[in-house]
């Protein structure tokens, strides 16, 4: 039971009622007009802290049957537990409540139930939404970082690591889209083709990824940009955002989520992916170790047939890694979105696509 609630419980209901007006805990109370019938409970009071609580004004349910101003709430277990406060004369605790109605907005009560004189029950109610939200969040970030690290200890390619990485953070976030851009150690100035892409409906993102694997050839070129964000506004896209696959402090990807809403990711979650991220460059630099180790034993004329993602491991010390811009160690992926030419470019494309 709540503090306080106990202060209302003394006297008759007039004196009850005036008891709990300035309680900070929301209290509504009902009264049952007929024992043995949920539909005859009426809304007979309410606190402002009441209305605070369910961020809704409820001025115009007060001495209405619960069946004509909260009709839904009747498919819960509040009107019963109610009557059986009402019958027993004892408190109790209802715990957590989902509801929402045409007059109140969604959110998860934390209810106790107290009895009144006059066949009435109060309802001290607080909301718990964001707290609820916390938890779960926290819950859904701790199950993506567990089911990435499992999957990626057990030393996958980088074709499939990608794969199931960029499937995996949309399902949990429930974003539409995601895309690994791989990086080219030697032209910044582009992504190279790969086929690591997730969709919720890839009719529905066609010409969306035509205008992005368009745009990843050059991402100097404006029309191109312009091309990409028209079609991501067509299919409903509007935000965005980036994560860097870092590996030494060289950048060899970024991870792409685009939203159909603007509601930024929780910071649980972000710092999972980001975290994410992290771990791809992992994948990243045992794949390159491998290739360099075998590299020298490997037939000439069998080089050159790893698919694209595996070519660019070879940074090492062959010609390719000074082509590669190092990141400041402030822009490492723990830290956010990395700074460098592939991602600042994915940056503005970010906030391009959060204009549609």
């Known amino acids: 039971m709540r503090l306080g609630v106990s202060a209302v419980r003394e006297g008759d209901l007039n004196r009850s009622l ?6 900070p805990v929301g209290v509504a109370v009902w009264q049952l007009h007929e024992l043995d019938d949920l539909r005859s409970l009426r809304l007979i009071g309410f606190n402002r802290a009441a209305e605070r609580e369910l961020r809704a004004p409820v001025k115009f349910a007060v001495g209405k049957p619960i069946s004509e101003c909260f ?26 409540v989902a509801y929402q109605d045409d007059h109140i907005p969604p959110g998860i009560f934390w209810m106790d139930c107290f009895p009144l004189p006059e066949r ?41 690591a990608t794969q199931f990485c960029v499937d995996e953070i949309c399902t949990q976030i429930g974003w539409p889209v995601g895309r690994f851009f791989l990086a080219d150690a030697m032209r910044p100035s582009r992504f190279l083709p790969n086929q ?22 050059d991402l100097s070129n404006k029309l191109a940009l312009e091309y990409r964000t028209m079609q991501g506004q067509k299919a409903g896209l509007k935000r965005s955002v980036g994560f860097s696959v870092v590996e030494n402090d060289f950048l060899r990807g970024v991870l792409e989520f685009s939203s159909e809403d603007l509601t930024p990711l929780d910071e649980h979650i972000f710092r999972a992916i980001s975290n994410i991220g992290f771990q791809l460059g992992h994948v990243f630099a045992g794949e390159r170790l491998a290739r360099e180790q ?19 491991l070879l940074s090492g010390k062959s010609p390719q890694s000074a082509a590669v811009a190092p990141l400041q160690a402030r822009n490492r992926p723990d830290l956010g ?19 549609f």
Not at 18 to 23: I, M
Not at 73 to 84: A, G, I, N, Q, Y
Not at 197 to 211: E, P, Q, T
Not at 337 to 355: D, E, G, K, Y
């Open 18 to 23: 005036q008891a709990f007006r300035n309680l």
């Open 71 to 96: 009709p839904k709430l009747l498919e819960t277990d509040v009107p019963e537990f109610c009557r059986r406060t009402v019958l027993t004369g004892k408190p109790g605790t209802l715990g957590e």
């Open 120 to 160: 009435c029950a109060g309802i001290a109610l607080e909301n718990v939404t964001e707290r609820r939200q916390l938890i779960e969040n926290q819950k859904r970030a701790l199950q993506l970082l567990h089911r990435v690290t499992v999957f990626l200890s057990g030393a996958p390619t980088v074709v499939g």
């Open 196 to 217: 690591v892409w997730h969709f919720s409906d890839a009719h529905r993102f066609r010409a969306f990824r035509k205008a992005t694997e368009l745009y990843e050839m």
């Open 294 to 312: 075998s590299h020298t034993r490997e037939p000439m004329v069998l080089r050159g047939r790893h698919d694209p993602l595996s070519s660019i």
């Open 337 to 355: 979105v990395a700074s460098s030419p592939h991602s600042q470019r994915l940056c503005r494309n970010s906030r391009t696509l959060r204009q």
